[in-house]
Structure formats: structure tokens, C-alpha cells
């Protein structure tokens, strides 16, 4: 499977590392709860992050919190929620675009 072969030989983070402090730039980084604030944390990551960030989404949300958020976040680009829905395998369920209006258009 897939994902079992990127989640060999990590380790588990209890706190969100210090190295994703610039994906957050919005937010106050220190009051973020891995717990507390997976949705926000996992869409964020989804959207924004790199290689390290998609390792540590894996090794720390269940496949199934991932999915949920992929199915239903709005902070998702069409491009981003594809590329989840083929690492989740779910490539054959309907998730819904709900995107706020963008002046840019749709990538």
C-alpha cells in the first residue's frame, strides 16, 4: 500500500513542529493544538505545505481525518484536493468543490 510505505521509520510528534511556523503565518503559531485544531492544521498542510509537512500529516492524522477534510474543507484548491483524493484512494468518491469566490479563478 501507498501509504504504509512513506509512514516506515518516522516518528510520532506530540507538538506541531517549529519548522511549519511559516505555514501559519496568519495565526498565533504557539496556541495551535495537534488535537484541538487538526482540521485547520491538516487543510493548511494540504494546501500549503512541502515534503515534510505531507510526511507528518500521514504519520500524524488517521486516513479517515484526512479524508473528512479533503471531502469537506472550502481552503482546498481543485488541484490540491485531486492530488489527496489519489493519495487517500479517494479517486472514486464525489467530494465537493465548495471554494469561495476567487478573482483569480479557479487553479
Sequence with gaps: ??????????KTHKALPRCFK??????DFDKLSIRKSRRFIIARLMEHGDDVA???LLK????????????????????SRNF?????DL??????LRSYPNPFGNY
Aim: glycine share 2%.
Design 1 to 10: 500500500m501507498r501509504l504504509e510505505s512513506i509512514l516506515r521509520g518516522m
Design 84 to 88: 489527496w483524493k489519489v493519495l487517500l
Design 22 to 27: 511559516p505555514f501559519f503565518w496568519d495565526v
Design 91 to 96: 479517486e472514486h468518491e464525489e467530494c465537493i
Design 60 to 79: 500524524t492524522y488517521s486516513q479517515e481525518e484526512m479524508a473528512a477534510v479533503v471531502r469537506r474543507s472550502r481552503s482546498l484548491s481543485r488541484r
Design 54 to 56: 505531507v510526511r507528518f
